[in-house]
């Protein structure tokens, strides 16, 4: 399917609409008559996005000075095009935005293309030490332990769901329920792979045990649930059963950095049923795997550890039961 439009203009949920259905379609960014070819990809299947700018004869694909943009060379209709496209599923919304400024500076800037996509992330750069609400992989992960902390209070109750929620409170892990620990992590990629932060956090505290709890989420259209609408929907619920906990409730929402201000019109649904796991059964580092002579030289770990392998156990300390986001 392919459209046109006046303008480099495309507003987000027309975007967010097609990777949804997986549907894959193409948008003219530049005026017909115009000396280059502007266009607007939605392709593979409807999972991936990028700009097509068409290259004069001799002209080579600029270099990107972005790790996570690649800039590379593709036909379309028998004519030499420049992609600007990414891998990073999770930066997809912030990417478009990205796409759409250097579009702008082509067409209506009559800029080339080198110029305008460096000049897009010059611009961009002087803002990046600027706060702009939560990053994206904090959101995501805010949206998934808010669809657990509604889980843990169909089965406790609000007031005692708020008080287990102790993930805002910067603790080594997001639940602690009455007999064992939960830690969530979510993500928007095919595959269960999750970034890992420090050797303490699937590390059980005082011999209780902790579960792992890994979501995933994909875009959902216009069938699918922003941060806001699920934070004002559990803020409600809350609010319903005890106005204690509601308050509570919403200071938890202010240290995580969520603000009811913050631009928000990504919209998530569930890819899978979650998975629960035993710590214990994960691929994982801890401190104990380390002697004292290496620890005390090492600050910080990250790691990334994929589950996929993996299937659900018996047991868990939370019924995810007909899960979905509040």
């Known amino acids: ?16 609409h097609y990777l949804g259905e997986r549907q894959a379609t193409s948008y003219r960014l530049s ?12 392709g593979d299947g409807g999972q991936e996005i990028s700009l097509q700018v068409e290259l004069d004869r001799n002209q080579q694909p600029p270099r990107s000075s972005l790790p996570a943009v690649t800039i590379d060379q593709v036909l379309r209709q028998g004519r030499r095009m420049a992609r600007i496209h990414t891998t990073q599923v999770a930066l997809m919304r912030d990417f478009h935005d990205l796409l759409i400024a250097v579009a702008d500076r082509i067409v209506t800037g009559d800029r080339a293309l080198g110029e305008a996509f460096e000049e897009t992330v010059h611009a961009w750069g002087a803002l990046l030490d600027r706060p702009r609400g939560l990053g ?27 008080a287990a929620w102790t993930g ?14 939960l830690e969530v992590k979510t993500t928007a990629s095919e595959a269960r792979r999750h970034t890992i932060h420090g050797l303490g956090q699937l590390t059980e505290t005082d011999g209780r045990p902790l579960w792992f709890a890994s979501l995933q989420l994909t875009r959902g259209g216009l069938g699918g649930r922003s941060l806001k609408e699920s934070a004002t929907a559990v803020v409600r619920d809350t609010r319903a059963a005890d106005r204690i906990a509601a308050r509570r409730l919403e200071e938890a929402l ?36 380390l002697p004292a002579s290496v620890l005390e030289h090492i600050s910080s770990v990250d790691y990334r550890i994929h589950v996929d392998h993996l299937s659900p156990e018996p047991g868990s300390p939370v019924d995810l039961t007909d899960f979905r986001l509040p």
């Open 254 to 289: 202010t240290s995580c950095g969520w603000s009811e201000s913050d631009p928000d019109d990504e919209r998530w649904t569930l890819r899978s049923e979650p998975l629960l796991l035993p710590a214990a059964c994960l691929p994982r580092l801890t401190a104990s795997m």
């Open 168 to 181: 805002p409170k910067a603790e080594q892990h997001d639940f602690g329920l009455p007999s064992s620990d």
């Open 31 to 42: 005026p017909s008559t115009a000396e280059r070819a502007v266009w607007y990809e939605i």
């Open 1 to 16: 399917m392919t459209e046109s439009t006046d303008s480099p203009e495309l507003p987000w949920s027309t975007v967010e």
């Open 136 to 162: 994206v992989e904090r959101r995501m992960g805010l949206h998934g332990e808010l669809a657990v902390l509604r889980a843990v209070a169909r089965t406790h109750g609000w007031p005692e769901a708020i």
